[in-house]
């Protein structure tokens, strides 16, 4: 029976793309949604249930080793695989020049956008085995003045994730990079106060590009 079930972890699922892409793989994919807000994930479990889908709710903290490890070890024994998993979850410092970085916002940006990262993809990496499909999301503004702490471990995060996806690229799992539309998200608000919103894309609209490009 657990073989017919299509599994999608989605880590940062209570809001933004990440919901939105919970929702958009309704009915084809029976969610697991991982977040540390229990409202948003209830919010998103409401969502899904109307549309005819289901989920599992996780309101975890993905820079918790030990809950990473409870998670995937409850995935393992109730389904034994994941089929995909979409890796959303990220810290958003607030835009600071280089030298006032603030040691607390670094440590927090480090833990969430690498350190959890570094840990999640040796725990998934056998529940997807060598026929499942992990995806992480670039942005790149590594470089860029005013962006030092997201920047730097955004693109900490994502050099990890392209080295797995050059090591598994005969073996499998199946690693994709996207990057996604600019959307009228919070973390973009924090990034870009003022902008016009009603001229970005939709995070429905643009979790439906991101599954047409996996």
């Given at each position: ?8 972890l ?6 933004g ?71 959303t ?68 995060q ?57």
């Amino acid at each position: 029976m657990t073989d017919q079930i299509k599994i999608a972890l989605v880590t940062g699922a209570s809001r933004g793309l990440g919901a939105a892409l919970a929702e958009a793989l309704v009915p084809d994919y029976h969610v697991v949604a991982v977040a540390r807000t229990t409202g948003g994930l209830e919010e998103l479990d409401d969502r899904i249930q109307a549309k005819g889908g289901s989920a599992t709710l996780a309101p975890m903290d993905i820079t918790d080793p030990n809950a990473m490890a409870t998670l995937c070890r409850g995935i393992h024994d109730r389904w034994g695989k994941i089929d995909l998993w979409l890796h959303t979850a990220i810290h958003t410092s607030a835009l600071t020049p280089a030298h006032f970085v603030d040691p607390k916002e670094w440590t927090k940006a480090i833990n969430t956008n690498a350190n959890a990262t570094s840990i999640l993809i040796p725990y998934v990496a056998p529940l997807l085995g060598e026929a499942g499909h992990a995806v992480f999301f670039d942005d790149p503004k590594a470089g860029e003045k005013f962006y030092g702490i997201y920047g730097a471990t955004k693109a900490t995060q994502m050099a990890l994730a392209r080295s797995w996806a050059a090591e598994t690229e005969r073996t499998g799992p199946r690693v994709s990079i996207v990057e996604p539309a600019p959307m009228p998200t919070a973390v973009r608000a924090r990034f870009h106060p003022g902008e016009d919103r009603d001229a970005l894309t939709s995070t429905s609209d643009a979790a439906a590009q991101v599954l047409a490009q996996i």
